[in-house]
Protein backbone atom coordinates (compact mmCIF):
# COMPACT_ATOMS: atom_id res chain seq x y z
CA UNK A 1 0.00 0.00 0.00
CA UNK A 2 1.52 3.64 -0.88
CA UNK A 3 2.32 6.03 1.41
CA UNK A 4 0.06 8.80 1.41
CA UNK A 5 0.57 11.85 -0.22
CA UNK A 6 0.96 15.31 1.70
CA UNK A 7 -2.25 16.57 -0.70
CA UNK A 8 -4.34 13.73 0.99
CA UNK A 9 -4.12 13.65 4.15
CA UNK A 10 -6.77 16.24 6.70
CA UNK A 11 -5.72 19.75 7.45
CA UNK A 12 -5.43 20.43 11.03
CA UNK A 13 -6.23 23.97 12.02
CA UNK A 14 -3.29 25.99 13.11
CA UNK A 15 -5.16 28.52 15.16
CA UNK A 16 -8.14 27.62 17.69
CA UNK A 17 -10.40 29.91 15.52
CA UNK A 18 -10.48 27.62 12.83
CA UNK A 19 -12.26 24.99 14.77
CA UNK A 20 -15.39 27.09 15.11
CA UNK A 21 -17.21 28.71 12.28
CA UNK A 22 -17.25 32.38 12.27
CA UNK A 23 -20.78 33.79 12.88
CA UNK A 24 -21.97 37.34 13.59
CA UNK A 25 -24.73 35.72 16.56
CA UNK A 26 -21.92 34.24 18.45
CA UNK A 27 -19.90 34.99 21.44
CA UNK A 28 -17.59 33.29 24.35
CA UNK A 29 -19.46 30.59 26.82
CA UNK A 30 -18.85 32.77 29.97
CA UNK A 31 -18.48 29.34 31.83
CA UNK A 32 -15.22 29.01 29.93
CA UNK A 33 -14.49 32.55 29.54
CA UNK A 34 -14.40 32.49 33.42
CA UNK A 35 -13.26 29.26 34.62
CA UNK A 36 -10.31 28.16 32.40
CA UNK A 37 -7.50 30.60 34.02
CA UNK A 38 -9.26 28.85 37.70
CA UNK A 39 -9.37 24.99 35.70
CA UNK A 40 -6.08 25.67 34.37
CA UNK A 41 -4.10 26.90 37.41
CA UNK A 42 -5.73 23.88 39.62
CA UNK A 43 -4.46 21.57 36.89
CA UNK A 44 -1.15 22.28 36.65
CA UNK A 45 -1.06 22.35 40.42
CA UNK A 46 -1.82 18.15 39.73
CA UNK A 47 2.04 18.20 38.52
CA UNK A 48 3.20 16.76 41.68
CA UNK A 49 1.25 13.64 40.64
CA UNK A 50 3.66 13.17 37.54
CA UNK A 51 6.02 9.73 37.34
CA UNK A 52 9.20 12.02 38.02
CA UNK A 53 11.31 10.34 41.26
CA UNK A 54 14.11 12.83 42.29
CA UNK A 55 16.06 12.97 45.40
CA UNK A 56 16.37 16.54 44.94
CA UNK A 57 13.62 19.11 43.71
CA UNK A 58 13.71 19.11 39.98
CA UNK A 59 10.20 19.58 38.42
CA UNK A 60 9.22 23.55 38.44
CA UNK A 61 6.12 24.45 39.86
CA UNK A 62 3.88 24.76 37.24
CA UNK A 63 0.50 25.97 38.75
CA UNK A 64 2.34 28.98 40.00
CA UNK A 65 4.05 29.50 36.83
CA UNK A 66 0.62 29.41 35.06
CA UNK A 67 -0.47 31.71 37.85
CA UNK A 68 1.62 34.10 36.60
CA UNK A 69 1.27 33.54 33.36
CA UNK A 70 -2.12 34.38 33.55
CA UNK A 71 -1.41 37.36 35.78
CA UNK A 72 0.58 39.09 33.78
CA UNK A 73 -1.52 37.83 30.01
CA UNK A 74 -4.97 39.43 31.56
CA UNK A 75 -4.20 41.57 34.47
CA UNK A 76 -7.91 42.13 35.14
CA UNK A 77 -8.90 38.28 34.69
CA UNK A 78 -7.53 36.90 37.94
CA UNK A 79 -9.25 39.23 40.83
CA UNK A 80 -6.54 40.15 43.90
CA UNK A 81 -7.77 37.55 46.57
CA UNK A 82 -7.33 34.34 44.16
CA UNK A 83 -4.07 33.98 45.71
CA UNK A 84 -6.06 32.55 48.45
CA UNK A 85 -7.87 29.87 47.08
CA UNK A 86 -5.24 29.13 44.11
CA UNK A 87 -2.63 29.01 46.91
CA UNK A 88 -4.65 26.71 48.97
CA UNK A 89 -5.45 24.33 46.26
CA UNK A 90 -1.82 24.14 45.13
CA UNK A 91 -0.82 22.91 48.81
CA UNK A 92 -2.83 20.18 48.88
CA UNK A 93 -1.48 18.36 46.29
CA UNK A 94 2.46 20.07 46.77
CA UNK A 95 3.47 18.51 49.78
CA UNK A 96 4.67 22.00 50.86
CA UNK A 97 3.29 23.20 54.60
CA UNK A 98 -0.20 24.08 54.00
CA UNK A 99 -0.66 27.77 54.62
CA UNK A 100 2.65 28.72 52.63
CA UNK A 101 1.16 28.45 49.24
CA UNK A 102 -1.29 31.12 50.69
CA UNK A 103 0.98 33.40 52.07
CA UNK A 104 3.30 33.08 49.05
CA UNK A 105 0.87 33.29 46.17
CA UNK A 106 -1.02 36.55 47.86
CA UNK A 107 1.74 37.58 48.50
CA UNK A 108 2.95 37.39 44.33
CA UNK A 109 -0.71 38.35 43.53
CA UNK A 110 0.02 41.95 45.66
CA UNK A 111 3.33 42.45 44.45
CA UNK A 112 2.37 42.10 40.67
CA UNK A 113 -0.37 44.94 41.69
CA UNK A 114 1.99 47.09 42.78
CA UNK A 115 4.01 46.30 39.45
CA UNK A 116 0.84 46.89 37.21
CA UNK A 117 -0.01 50.71 38.88
CA UNK A 118 4.06 51.37 38.50
CA UNK A 119 4.55 50.07 35.05
CA UNK A 120 1.58 50.58 32.98
CA UNK A 121 3.08 49.33 29.22
CA UNK A 122 5.27 46.54 29.38
CA UNK A 123 7.36 44.19 27.23
CA UNK A 124 7.69 40.62 27.66
CA UNK A 125 11.14 41.04 28.18
CA UNK A 126 9.88 42.96 31.23
CA UNK A 127 7.74 40.67 32.37
CA UNK A 128 10.36 37.85 31.97
CA UNK A 129 12.19 39.92 34.28
CA UNK A 130 9.40 40.36 36.89
CA UNK A 131 8.81 36.49 36.54
CA UNK A 132 12.08 35.88 37.16
CA UNK A 133 11.90 37.58 40.42
CA UNK A 134 8.76 36.18 41.60
CA UNK A 135 10.06 32.86 40.78
CA UNK A 136 12.99 33.03 42.52
CA UNK A 137 11.78 34.37 45.53
CA UNK A 138 8.80 31.97 46.14
CA UNK A 139 11.22 28.90 45.62
CA UNK A 140 13.98 30.59 47.84
CA UNK A 141 10.67 31.47 50.34
CA UNK A 142 8.98 27.90 49.30
CA UNK A 143 12.36 26.46 50.27
CA UNK A 144 13.01 27.96 53.83
CA UNK A 145 9.45 27.08 54.63
CA UNK A 146 9.75 23.52 53.93
CA UNK A 147 13.01 23.75 55.85
CA UNK A 148 11.10 24.96 58.81
CA UNK A 149 8.80 22.57 58.93
CA UNK A 150 11.00 19.52 57.85
CA UNK A 151 13.90 20.72 60.51
CA UNK A 152 16.97 21.08 57.98
CA UNK A 153 17.01 23.72 55.18
CA UNK A 154 18.54 23.19 51.91
CA UNK A 155 18.38 26.48 49.69
CA UNK A 156 21.28 24.88 47.60
CA UNK A 157 19.31 22.59 46.44
CA UNK A 158 16.48 24.17 44.73
CA UNK A 159 19.52 25.51 41.88
CA UNK A 160 18.52 22.77 39.29
CA UNK A 161 14.83 23.83 40.02
CA UNK A 162 15.02 27.20 39.79
CA UNK A 163 17.37 27.35 36.41
CA UNK A 164 14.63 25.31 34.87
CA UNK A 165 11.38 26.90 36.30
CA UNK A 166 13.03 30.06 34.58
CA UNK A 167 13.75 28.47 31.24
CA UNK A 168 10.68 27.00 30.89
CA UNK A 169 8.25 30.53 31.53
CA UNK A 170 7.97 31.16 28.06
CA UNK A 171 6.73 28.17 27.11
CA UNK A 172 4.26 28.34 30.16
CA UNK A 173 3.21 31.66 28.95
CA UNK A 174 3.05 30.63 25.27
CA UNK A 175 0.66 27.76 26.56
CA UNK A 176 -1.03 30.38 28.62
CA UNK A 177 -1.76 32.53 25.52
CA UNK A 178 -2.82 29.62 23.97
CA UNK A 179 -5.79 28.77 26.53
CA UNK A 180 -6.57 32.55 26.52
CA UNK A 181 -7.37 32.20 22.70
CA UNK A 182 -9.64 29.02 23.17
CA UNK A 183 -11.35 30.72 26.49
CA UNK A 184 -12.52 33.39 23.61
CA UNK A 185 -13.53 31.54 20.97
CA UNK A 186 -17.20 32.34 19.76
CA UNK A 187 -19.10 29.23 21.24
CA UNK A 188 -22.43 30.64 22.54
CA UNK A 189 -25.21 31.84 20.07
CA UNK A 190 -26.69 35.32 20.95
Known amino acids: MPLPRLP ?14 QRINRAPSPLLAEGLPWVSVMLASLAAFSPVIA ?42 PFGSGIVLW ?3 MLAMDTIDNRMLWR ?13 TAYLLLAAAIAGLA ?10 PQLL ?19 RLLPLRKV
Open 123 to 135: SFTQDWAVACLLL
Open 8 to 21: DLPRIPARPEDIVP
Open 55 to 96: SAPVVPPLAFMVFLGWRMLRPSLLPIWAGLPLGAFDDLYSGQ
Open 106 to 108: TAA
Open 150 to 159: AGYPLPLVIG
Open 164 to 182: VSLALYPVVTRLVALLDRI
